[in-house]
């Protein structure tokens, strides 16, 4: 199936930095969805994006799907410390029955 | 509701034993599955189920079997564990395969000795 390439695979920030993960991949994408998985928990659902181009934000959580179709973005702006955990991205495989996941960037936030 | 429950919460086998993880979904979902997680190496999916009687095999489902004979159940089993599947698996459910958001429920930890 197709694979996700997700980077960084760790970020140390400072409360207060803004933060960045990117999910590429070298076919076109149907759609992408990003999970947060807090540690020692398990991966919650964040968003799903399907159009060429769109944008959706969460309160300080920006959710990019590239015109492409082929990467995505989550910027966070002033990161908190409950924004640490590890953010996943996941492709719909070409048959449509399974999702990859990428092997996620995990996310430090000192205070 | 209930969501997706696992049971055991965590479990110490020694190799060549078997044993089943327990699934369940109380969201009358279609489509549930099974990951395994290990350190670096992101969710891998092992096994999943579109509908009750329909199984297929994801990314590593050798030394894994399923069924699916009711909507809301859909057991693991490892037939003969090994070291090698020592890991987390975590238990997911969507309302279908297509586009839809997984739940997942809290993970299993299994040590294989």
């Known amino acids: 199936g197709q694979q996700v390439m997700q980077i960084p695979q760790y970020q140390h920030v400072q409360e207060g930095e803004d933060f960045t993960t990117y999910c590429n991949s070298s076919?076109?994408?149907?759609?992408i969805q990003w999970y947060k998985q807090r540690p020692g928990g398990h991966p919650v659902f964040l968003i799903q994006l399907v159009k060429s181009g769109e944008v959706k934000k969460q309160k300080r959580l920006t959710f990019q799907f590239g015109e492409a179709k082929k990467n995505s973005s989550l910027h966070i702006t002033a990161t908190q410390t409950t924004d640490v955990g590890t953010y996943f991205c996941a492709d719909l495989s070409n048959s449509g029955y399974a999702l990859n996941f990428g092997k996620g960037t995990s996310l430090l936030v000192t205070p | 509701n209930a969501g997706v429950t696992q049971t055991p919460k965590f479990q110490v086998l020694k190799t060549g034993q078997s044993m089943t993880l327990q699934c369940a979904q109380d969201m009358n979902h279609e489509y549930m599955s099974w990951y395994r997680q290990d350190p670096g190496m992101g969710l891998r999916l092992i096994h999943y189920s579109v509908g009750a009687g329909i199984t297929d095999q994801g990314e590593v489902p050798n030394g894994y079997n399923v069924s699916r004979s009711t909507t809301e159940d859909f057991p693991l089993r490892l037939l003969s564990a090994a070291p090698s599947q020592t890991s987390v698996y975590f238990c997911?459910?969507?309302?279908?395969?297509?586009?839809?958001?997984?739940?997942f429920g809290p993970g299993t930890r299994l040590t294989v000795t």
């Open positions: 076919t076109t994408l149907s759609n």
């Open positions: 997911a459910s969507s309302y279908s395969a297509r586009g839809y958001e997984q739940y």
